[in-house]
């Protein structure tokens, strides 16, 4: 209650009909690429706009805000969206992250150098609002899978996406998320990572273990 909710997409509003699921869904404003501004637009691609300067804009907004309002934004980012080749890429970016097998898979490539990008841009944001007074919570998740090459995935699943069990094909449509929540009250960080909607303690782990078990 008494939150100022706005919902943030820095790309076209007509996009699944955000323009008019965000106003139905409660918004009171909705940021898309036609009414963003001038300012916080860096790319790290050709088309879209990156997570870096999107978090930035957040932040903006979070300082300009009247001190006693309280302030929730909704944001889908657009760095990583596919596709991957250079129509997306651009002719001048160079993926960063190099993988090791007899088949070279540059969309994987790319996806995953432009996660390490996300992850290093997340980092600032953490860090911004672990200095805040006021209360805060961040929820970060991702949508769903990337389109890659099938030799990619069946490198990290072991075997072909058309070859699983039911049972194991659910993990292509699972992605896990993210809460940092900064307590005023206690003066420290708590953070869990879940793929679990019920968030089971089985299901539960600190960011230090998923880095270490997924490091980019």
């Given at each position: 209650q008494d939150y100022e909710?706005?919902?943030m997409h820095p790309n076209n509003a007509s996009n699944w009909n955000r323009s008019k699921v965000y106003v139905r869904m409660g918004f009171d404003e909705f940021l898309s690429i036609e009414n963003w501004g001038d300012e916080f637009c860096d790319r790290v691609r050709k088309h879209y706009y990156s997570d870096a300067t999107v978090y930035d804009k957040i932040i903006k907004m979070y300082e300009d805000k009247e001190e006693d309002q309280k302030l929730f934004t909704f944001c889908v980012t657009m760095q990583n969206h596919g596709g991957y080749d250079?129509?997306?890429?651009?002719?001048?970016?160079?993926?960063d992250v190099k993988l090791n097998y007899d088949e070279e898979y540059p969309y994987a490539e790319t996806y995953l150098s432009l996660a390490r990008q996300s992850d290093l841009a997340f980092k600032d944001l953490l860090t911004y609002f672990e200095k805040v007074d006021e209360p805060t919570m961040i929820v970060i998740f991702g949508d769903h899978w990337p389109q890659l090459e099938d030799g990619f995935f069946e490198q990290l699943l072991g075997k072909k996406k058309s070859s699983l069990e039911t049972i194991e094909s659910q993990i292509t449509y699972t992605t896990p998320y993210g809460q940092i929540t900064r307590l005023r009250q206690k003066?420290?960080?708590?953070?869990?990572?879940?793929?679990?909607p019920a968030c089971s303690k089985k299901r539960v782990f600190s960011l230090r273990n998923m880095n270490s078990s997924l490091p980019i």
């Open positions: 909710p706005v919902a250079e129509t997306t890429n651009g002719e001048d970016y160079e993926p003066k420290r960080i708590s953070a869990a990572i879940t793929s679990d």
